[in-house]
């Protein structure tokens, strides 16, 4: 088996704080040699500005290529191509494409608006220069008219332009396999890298999730409400994490996103085995 790929994904640092522990991690992290590290725009509430300002000081001060998220849903056309030209300026070029929250047009500016993530991919093939990575969702998106129409336009944005989609978070590998033969079914033939979100918390997860139309099964829930201590769960959260990408890696994947929610310990923890583990079976 090859060693997989890997790219984590932050939110930009709001606090002092948060930026001090930030680097550090980031620093952990580059040490594991991953492909890209990934800062998400305006995601729970981060301002834009602050995803620009980050992306900048990772894109100068880290040896790892970073990856800017980039949303559309009720921007102007002529905003984002600025956004877009000074990343490129910068040296910036992965951008992750995305839709973001929908957002309410005042009715006389929505032409100017962009409305679905394949609206952006178009705008960045136009601007040209830049790697282009989507989102999936093995779940459904959970506004998709249907499964069919969300793997249509799953198609759709990949033949657009983009390279790569990266999916949602999902916590059995089944879910993920299932999904898959459906893409190729499609016939999609480029990467569906798997999104992994290491469970920091069984509860905040099972909450997010449930906002974000992903399932957390009720058998792994039970697993975490009957660890013990923190050091438990933290256990378990590493040997659900490894388990599940060594599932997928044995049906043939080879690179995973890890969502670290800034908790980099845990994914540095998950990385370091799917890392370890490689060079263990190389050696044997
Ligand atoms: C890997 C990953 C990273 C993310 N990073 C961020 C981030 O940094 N910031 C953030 O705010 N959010 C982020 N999100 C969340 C994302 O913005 C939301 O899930 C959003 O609701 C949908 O974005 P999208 O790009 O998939 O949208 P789209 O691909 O535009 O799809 C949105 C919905 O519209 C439907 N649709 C698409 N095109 C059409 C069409 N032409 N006609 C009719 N219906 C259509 C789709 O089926 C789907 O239901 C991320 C999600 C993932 C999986």
New binding site residues.
């Given amino acids: 088996m090859p060693t997989p790929t890997l790219s984590f994904?932050f939110f930009p640092p709001r606090t002092d704080a948060q930026t001090r522990r930030f680097w550090r991690t980031l620093g952990c992290l580059e040490t594991l040699q991953p492909d890209w590290f990934?800062?998400?725009?305006?995601?729970?509430g981060?301002a834009s500005q602050a995803?620009i300002d980050t992306v900048a000081q990772l894109g100068k001060d880290s040896s790892v290529p970073v990856a800017a998220?980039?949303?559309?849903?009720g921007q102007r056309r002529a905003d984002l191509i600025d956004v877009l030209q000074s990343f490129k300026s910068q040296g910036i070029c992965r951008i992750?494409?995305?839709?973001?929250?929908?957002a309410e047009q005042n009715t006389s500016e929505k032409f100017y608006h962009l409305?679905?993530?394949?609206?952006?991919i178009e705008l960045i093939v136009e601007v040209g220069g830049f790697d282009i990575?989507?989102?999936?969702?093995p779940e459904?998106?959970?506004?998709?008219?249907s499964a069919e129409?969300?793997m249509a336009?799953?198609k759709?944005?990949l033949d657009l332009g983009a390279s790569r989609?990266?999916?949602?978070?999902f916590f059995e590998p089944e879910v993920y396999l299932r999904w898959r033969d459906g893409a190729v079914r499609t016939g999609i033939d480029k990467p569906l890298v798997p999104?992994i979100l290491p469970i920091h918390d069984i509860n905040k997860i099972v909450d997010f999730s449930r906002r974000?139309g992903a399932t957390v099964p009720q058998f792994l829930i039970e697993r975490f409400q009957k660890c013990g201590s923190k050091a438990m769960s933290r256990e378990l959260a590493i040997e659900h994490a490894v388990d599940m990408c060594q599932v997928l890696q044995r049906e043939g994947v080879d690179a995973f996103?890890l969502?670290t929610l800034n908790q980099s310990d845990l994914s540095y923890e998950v990385a370091k085995e799917l890392v370890g583990a490689h060079k263990k079976r190389a050696a044997a």
């Fill in positions: 994904e990934s800062i998400t725009y305006g995601a729970l981060s995803s998220h980039l949303t559309c849903a992750v494409a995305l839709r973001g929250d929908k409305r679905f993530a394949s609206e952006l990575s989507v989102a999936a969702y459904v998106h959970p506004e998709a008219e129409t969300d336009l799953l759709h944005k989609a990266l999916t949602q978070f999104g974000c996103h969502y």
